[in-house]
């Protein structure tokens, strides 16, 4: 059984922890309304652009014809393999916030995960981290602090497996000769990767010399009054990454880290099974789904409309595969990944009561 839900006030006081005097406010401020639709006007254009350049030369017809012929119980095995990655990644994540904290119940990590993910497929992905954060908070009462800081280790492997995965077909030559991304610099990306991941390990070695010193650059540039928070929200972040300095756990995070992609890889693999696109195969698929990873980080309209399509069609265009087929692949796997989990997600939501009272109060607040 689980912990009971507590009120979503920090610890030690009875402030709501999505008022201004709280630290999940320090890290995520509010964005103005200028800023907002700045945001959206610039994610609508990115949006409308890159799907006008995926669907180019694209026959709708055909793309219904593929979808129809597609055999399904291969995305049904996909689809199985990316809800087993949710798994893995609730079982790291106690790995993670194990080095600073007790972790939590597995089920409430796991229904933590569902609910952050499923946002972030209709909504900014900020909130979907925000809400995947304060479902722990709230029934394990694990630190915000705690919580984001391994929200963001998590980011540190993904990335770093992420490009690994785009690295290795490169690597073993499984590209076609004609690609031109062979000539890629890999060895000043790999640099640029272990580069990145020693900065934060410096940072999680020393946390609050490192908060101290930007806590006294805010008091240099004018800021003083935010020392005190700054040097705070710094700390507990920091802290957050504590188990990226720890070989064993770290080693561990990174094993569960491999399992997590291959299991996404699986899914972009059935896909192509399921439209009878075998010239990628395996490390094609891992290929396309890094690529794809690394798309979606462009910002957009909520869902990552746009950079998905565009991410598929660069990918397996690369293996001069027909368009329709490319985009009917492609809205298979937005179905299996951005369709039915905000379905699970809003499920879950209602079962915990995610949807009432203080939570929904600090959800909404986070929207404006």
């Given amino acids: 059984m689980g912990r009971k839900s507590q009120p979503l006030t920090r610890p030690g006081t009875e402030t709501p922890w999505h008022t201004g005097r709280s630290r999940m406010t320090t890290i995520h401020s509010s964005p103005s309304k200028l800023k907002k639709y700045v945001s959206l006007g610039l994610g609508t254009a990115i949006t409308a652009v890159l799907l006008a350049w995926a669907f180019r030369g694209v026959d709708l017809r055909s793309v219904w014809q593929a979808l129809q012929q597609a055999k399904w119980q291969w995305l049904f095995l996909g689809w199985l393999a990316y809800l087993a990655s949710y798994w893995v990644r609730a079982w790291r994540w106690g790995t993670l916030l194990a080095a600073t904290t007790p ?159 291959l299991l996404n890889g699986i899914t972009y693999w059935s896909g192509l099974v399921a439209f009878g696109l075998t010239a990628p195969g395996f490390l094609g698929a891992l290929f396309t789904q890094s690529a794809t990873a690394l798309a979606i980080a462009i910002p957009s309209t909520p869902g990552y409309v746009g950079p998905f399509e565009a991410g598929v069609r660069f990918s397996l265009g690369i293996y001069d595969i027909a368009p329709d087929s490319v985009l009917a692949y492609a809205i298979a796997l937005r179905f299996l990944m951005y369709v039915t989990i905000p379905i699970i997600a809003a499920v879950i939501a209602l079962r915990m009561s995610l949807f009432q009272g203080e939570f929904l109060a600090a959800f909404k607040a986070k929207l404006k």
């Avoid at 925000?130 to 963001?152: C, E, N, T």
């Avoid at 497996?161 to 076609?176: E, R, T």
């Avoid at 946390?207 to 008091?219: D, M, R, T, Y």
């Fill in 103 to 261: 972790p939590g119940h597995f089920n409430n990590r796991l229904a933590a995960i569902f609910v952050g993910f499923g946002a972030s497929s209709v909504l900014p992905s900020y909130v979907g981290e925000f809400l995947r954060a304060g479902v722990v908070f709230r029934k394990d009462q694990i630190s915000m602090g705690a919580a984001v800081g391994s929200i963001f280790a998590e980011r540190l492997l993904d990335v770093g497996m992420v490009f690994l995965f785009l690295l290795l077909p490169i690597w073993m030559g499984a590209l076609p000769l004609h690609s031109s991304l062979s000539s890629l610099p890999l060895g000043w990306i790999g640099a640029a990767i272990v580069l990145l991941w020693a900065t934060f390990v410096i940072g999680a070695s020393f946390p609050k010399p490192i908060a101290q010193v930007v806590g006294s650059l805010c008091q240099f540039v004018g800021l003083g009054k935010f020392k005190a928070s700054v040097t705070s929200a710094l700390t507990s972040f920091l802290e957050g990454l504590t188990a990226l300095k720890q070989p064993q756990r770290s080693s561990m995070a990174f094993l569960q880290t491999v399992m997590v992609w």
